[in-house]
C-alpha cells in the first residue's frame, strides 16, 4: 500500500499567463488518505482542497470507470478535477480506489465486487468527506461509477448526506428502474452528461430512460465518446460539474494561469 505523505510537484512561477494543459497541476492542499469500509477494507486516496486553508465552496466524490477495463481514481476527467478546480473553481475533489483497484497512488484492500461491496466504498468515502466537516457534497460518477451513483446514492445512509449527483457517460448496465425510482422518490438532482457518440448508451435513449427521474437533466454532448477523450471534452465536463455544484455558475473555467504552476510526470 502506498505511503501517506502529500503528494509532491515542483511549482514554478512563470512571468506571462500560462496555458493550462492536460498535465498542469495548480496550487491545491493535497494529501493522501485511506478509507475505511464497514466490512474492514482499508482503500487508498488523494484529496485536494483550496489552497492557504480556504474552505471548499464544494466537495465532490468521485467514482471511477469500471477497475477490470482501466478505469482507477487517475482516470483522466478526475485527475483534470483534482489538479483544477481546488484553484480555479474553490472546489474539493476526493479520489479514491474502490475495492481490488491498483494505481501509482497504490492498491485498495479487497476485490472487485460487480457494484455490490462497492456499496460500502461509496458510503466511506462520503462519511470520510462528512468527518472532515466539509459541506456540500456531490457524487460524481463516470460509466461504472454512474451505477454506483444511481444504486446507492438516492437511498441512506447517502442520500441524507449529499446534495445530489452529476452522470458522465452512464451505461445503466447494473442501474435498474428500482435505482431509477429511488432517485425520482428522493429528489435529489441528477445532471447526466451523455456523449453523443457513447458506446453504451447514447442522448435520445438516456433522455427516454431518465425521463423516468423528473428532476434528473440530460444534457448531450456533441462529439464526445464514452471516454472524454481530448481537452475539448474533458473541460467541458470540468464546467458542467461546477456549474451543478457552485451556487452561481462560473463556467466556461478559465484555461488560462498567472502564479505558481507545476507539471504531472
Not at 494505481?103 to 462528512?130: H, K, M, N, T, Y
Amino acid at each position: 500500500m502506498a505511503s501517506r505523505d502529500t503528494p509532491e510537484y515542483t511549482f514554478r512561477t512563470s512571468h506571462e499567463a500560462v496555458e493550462i494543459r492536460a498535465s498542469t497541476v495548480l496550487p491545491a492542499d493535497r494529501r493522501n488518505i485511506e478509507l475505511h469500509t464497514a466490512d474492514g477494507l482499508t482503500l487508498v486516496g488523494e484529496f485536494a482542497a483550496p489552497a492557504g486553508g480556504r474552505a471548499p465552496q464544494a466537495t465532490l466524490v468521485t467514482l471511477h470507470p469500471l477497475p477490470t477495463h482501466g478505469g482507477f481514481m487517475d482516470s483522466h476527467v478526475y485527475r483534470k478535477a483534482s489538479f483544477r478546480l481546488p484553484a480555479l473553481a474553490d472546489i474539493a475533489v476526493l479520489r479514491f480506489n474502490t475495492r481490488g483497484t491498483c494505481s501509482p497512488r497504490g492498491c485498495s484492500e479487497g476485490a472487485f465486487d460487480g457494484g455490490d461491496g462497492e456499496r460500502l466504498d461509496l458510503q466511506a468515502a462520503v462519511d470520510w468527506a462528512v468527518a472532515q466537516g466539509l459541506h456540500n457534497i456531490w457524487l460524481v460518477g463516470w460509466s461504472f461509477g454512474t451505477e454506483l451513483c444511481l444504486k446507492y446514492g438516492a437511498r441512506d445512509p447517502v442520500a441524507e448526506l449529499i446534495e445530489g449527483a452529476i452522470l458522465l457517460s452512464p451505461p445503466l448496465h447494473r442501474a435498474d428502474d428500482d435505482d431509477l425510482a429511488a432517485w425520482a422518490a428522493a429528489g435529489l438532482p441528477l445532471k447526466v452528461l451523455v456523449p453523443e457518440h457513447d458506446d453504451y448508451l447514447k442522448p435520445p435513449e438516456a433522455s427516454e430512460r431518465f425521463a423516468a427521474v423528473p428532476q434528473a437533466e440530460v444534457v448531450p454532448v456533441k462529439g464526445a465518446k464514452h471516454l472524454w477523450v481530448g481537452e475539448k471534452y474533458a473541460a467541458r465536463a470540468l464546467n458542467e460539474i461546477a456549474d451543478v455544484v457552485l451556487p452561481a455558475p462560473v463556467s466556461p473555467l478559465p484555461t488560462m494561469w498567472e502564479g505558481p504552476a507545476a507539471t504531472a510526470p
